[in-house]
């Protein structure tokens, strides 16, 4: 994974500021526990950035939307049943036809929700799950003059449950758990497909010894081979039951409060020297729901695509913010699946450049950031990222509090924040656009 080049990184930040992302997110974590998506919590925080935002925005708009926040990882114990159902049919079916049916579901089954809800974040079995309502609360610092161009930075406010497995062994731990049932997915999918079709091919033609042969502890051969390797996948299916630790909430103070933070300081600032650009419009979103598939940029973009797109726009989603060498722009995102507008990463690097770091692009890794939502609907976004591949202890788990984040990397992220919004204003995204054609 490439790294940031740090060649002379911009890290000056007025001293107030600091202090008051520092407090800010010290205080939200403190005051607003446990902010899952959908929950009193995550409300109750998104009316406190509403009041925060009215000290230095001309318009603060807070929208509830309905979500059904559990469906995202939700899915993951269920899809477990599903492959331990198949492998109990592959080895007790005896050559029955509905059971090769069945067995043959099941990981289909476990397949698509997989596809759908975490690669392609799309809301496949959220009907399953109780609906809840989350909030977006959306502000904007209008131009001096008329509104030529609007630039949009954003975070979200809500917070995950502990992963397990990155708290318990960082990448290691995490990388064993997803692939090691990804793999055993794949190899119930397979084996159970294998036997369907089979069962289907012979079944008018079976005799008594051909049924024994059904029977677990008589498999031979290719059959034989299949089976111990769907045993092999158990381990695998139970262990991914406690890939979510429900007990515990992460404070979220870089995931993603230090993003908040940022999308608030620009603005902040901006006011606090009674500053506006000529014709560029700033905007400031925090969502809602991201930690439950982006579910909250997805509802602001579907409902705001038409007046978004009455003038130039980008959204510059940050999300992570604890690392200075992890500083990424992210064009792609959902596990590859959704491609980001790469003029307005163009933007974003050339920031970089101007603030002292060379900003690598980010490359595959199994998630997504909520720049991924707007270009789901066809708005130009990139994301901003800070945090490591690898998996860091603090991702995630317990340890994301407020006493382990990184100034520099607040200091440094802002300002390149703030200068992507300068150049933006300056040229738009005309020889960016030229670049990338």
């Not at 130039?312 to 792609?332: H, K, P, Y």
């Amino acid at each position: 994974m490439p790294k940031a080049k740090l060649i002379n990184p911009n890290l000056e930040v007025a001293p107030s500021t600091m202090q008051y992302m520092k407090d800010g997110i010290r205080t939200v974590c403190e005051r607003f526990k446990k902010r899952l998506p959908g929950t009193q919590a995550e409300r109750d925080a998104q009316a406190f950035f509403k009041e925060e935002l009215s000290a230095c925005a001309d318009e603060v708009v807070m929208e509830d939307f309905e979500v059904h926040p559990h469906a995202f990882m939700g899915f993951i114990p269920i899809a477990a049943v599903f492959l331990l159902g198949g492998v109990a049919c592959f080895w007790f079916g005896k050559g029955s036809l509905p059971l090769a049916i069945l067995g043959a579901a099941l990981p289909i089954l476990a397949t698509l929700m997989f596809v759908f809800e975490f690669m392609l974040y799309r809301n496949f079995v959220d009907f399953l799950f109780p609906k809840r309502v989350s909030r977006n609360v959306y502000a904007v610092r209008k131009p001096a003059d008329e509104v030529r161009r609007r630039i949009i930075f954003g975070g979200h406010t809500d917070a995950a449950n502990e992963w397990t497995y990155s708290y318990l062994g960082e990448v290691t731990g995490l990388g064993i758990a997803i692939f090691g049932a990804v793999a055993s997915m794949l190899v119930g999918l397979v084996a159970s497909l294998v036997r369907l079709v089979y069962t289907v091919a012979v079944h008018s033609t079976y005799t008594e010894t051909d049924l024994e042969l059904y029977q677990p502890w008589k498999l031979a051969g290719g059959w034989l081979v299949w089976g111990v390797a769907l045993l092999c996948t158990i381990p695998f299916a139970v262990a991914i039951f406690f890939f979510i630790n429900y007990k515990v909430v992460a404070d979220g103070a870089n995931d993603n409060l230090s993003a908040n933070y940022i999308a608030i300081s620009v603005l902040r600032e901006m006011a606090e020297k009674d500053f506006r650009f000529a014709h560029t419009e700033v905007g400031c979103l925090l969502s809602g729901s991201e930690e439950a598939g982006l579910r909250g940029a997805k509802a602001f973009a579907r409902k705001h695509k038409e007046e978004l797109s009455d003038v130039e726009t980008v959204f510059i989603a940050l999300d992570t913010m604890r690392e200075n060498e992890e500083l990424r722009v992210c064009n792609f995102g959902c596990t590859g699946t959704v491609q980001n507008d790469k003029a307005v990463g163009a933007l974003l690097r050339e920031a970089g450049r101007d603030c002292g770091v060379e900003l690598p692009d980010s490359e595959l890794y199994p998630g997504a950031v909520d720049a991924e939502a707007f270009s789901m609907h066809g708005l130009r976004s990139t994301g901003f990222t800070g945090v490591s591949h690898e998996a860091k202890r603090y991702y995630h788990t317990r340890e994301d509090t407020a006493d382990n984040i990184s100034e520099d990397c607040l200091a440094l992220s802002l300002n390149i924040c703030k200068e992507a919004a300068r150049r933006f204003d300056e040229t738009g995204m005309a020889p960016y656009d030229a670049k990338q054609g």
